[in-house]
């Protein structure tokens, strides 16, 4: 199976939910890894998600029913950078 990523982005000011901002598998996710370590942006692993989020367009918000997954990767996030 090949790799896949989502990246996300999220300004409150702007947004009421995250946006999809680049997704893909094989090469182009490896890119979007290598950019995100690059600037010590934080990646979460978790197959099941990405899959939902790689049904989202690009530069859409994510939809309402994906609310909850959303929250928990900015948990993740949050406890991450607060390390």
């Not at 994906?66 to 607060?82: D, G, R």
Request: glycine letters at 2%.
């Amino acid at each position: 199976m090949k790799e896949k990523a989502v990246a996300l982005k999220y300004d409150a000011s702007t947004n009421s939910a995250p946006k999809v901002t680049a997704k893909g598998e094989g090469f182009t996710a490896k890119n979007i890894i290598k950019i995100a370590e690059e600037n010590d942006i934080p990646i979460k692993k978790d197959e099941d998600l990405v899959e939902l989020l790689s049904k989202v367009d690009i530069d859409r918000e994510v939809p309402a029913e994906m609310y909850q997954a959303i929250a928990e990767v900015f948990s993740f996030l949050y406890k991450t950078s607060k390390k």
